[in-house]
């Protein structure tokens, strides 16, 4: 059974850092990986799809990286603004029909 | 552009009693998905369809039941509702290819009392 695991589970940030997000899986045959946003009361928005065969993906100032054979996968976030604060979701699809969330990392960005 | 709609946004129960949480999607995705997000935690899939028609369990499908008579539908009912219930539950579809992502309703805020 596939198990997300997300470290850090909160993270405190001042406005301008660079920060990174970790996701860990423990089951390599996956189809995909996907990092997910979610604001406080709402849904949550897909922010980058890597594919297995992908080692990472690109969307403005975020970067995400994925290392199946380590069961690793990192959100790079570059020059954190305060409207970065959200909870970030990983997760992964292994039988390209249903997705394996992790805990998510409460991120909040001090200006 | 709707995306993906769920009703009601807030609902609170008795033990005991029953209900439907409804979503529809307007992107003509033929797969859909219902998932529980407990306080603090990732989701967890309930029940999913690849088409209308088609059903399947997820990881905690116990307590629930769905149907898919349409594309654009599928509700979630709640029989017997029970404490452990409460949660909020998030609907979500996708196109039939795999490299796309879900698109996630609003959710729907159920309390158990």
């Known amino acids: 059974k596939q198990e997300v695991t997300q470290i850090p589970a909160a993270l405190s940030v001042p406005e301008g850092e660079n920060l990174v997000l970790n996701c860990s899986f423990t089951?390599?045959?996956?189809?995909?990986l996907q990092w997910f946003r979610q604001d406080p009361g709402k849904g949550l928005t897909s922010l980058l799809l890597i594919q297995s065969s992908q080692r990472e993906q690109t969307s403005g100032r975020l970067n995400a990286s994925l290392d199946k054979s380590s069961g690793r996968s990192t959100l790079y976030i570059a020059a954190s603004q305060p409207g970065d604060s959200a909870t970030y979701l990983c997760a992964v699809d292994n039988a390209g029909n249903m997705l394996t969330f992790g805990g998510g990392t409460r991120l909040m960005v001090k200006p | 552009n709707a995306g993906v709609t769920q009703t009601p946004k807030f609902r609170i129960l008795k033990i005991g009693q029953s209900m439907t949480l409804q979503c529809t999607q307007d992107m003509n995705h033929n797969y859909m998905y219902w998932y529980r997000q407990d306080p603090g935690m990732g989701l967890k899939l309930i029940y999913y369809?690849?088409?209308?028609?088609?059903?399947d369990k997820g990881e905690v499908p116990n307590g629930y039941n769905v149907s898919r008579s349409t594309t654009e539908d599928f509700p979630l009912r709640l029989e017997l509702a029970a404490p452990s219930q409460t949660s909020v539950y998030f609907c979500?579809?996708?196109?039939?290819?795999?490299?796309?992502?879900?698109?996630f309703g609003d959710g729907t805020r159920l309390s158990i009392l």
């Open positions: 979500a579809s996708r196109t039939d290819y795999s490299n796309q992502p879900q698109h």
């Open positions: 089951d390599s045959a996956i189809y995909n």
């Open positions: 369809s690849v088409g209308a028609g088609i059903t």
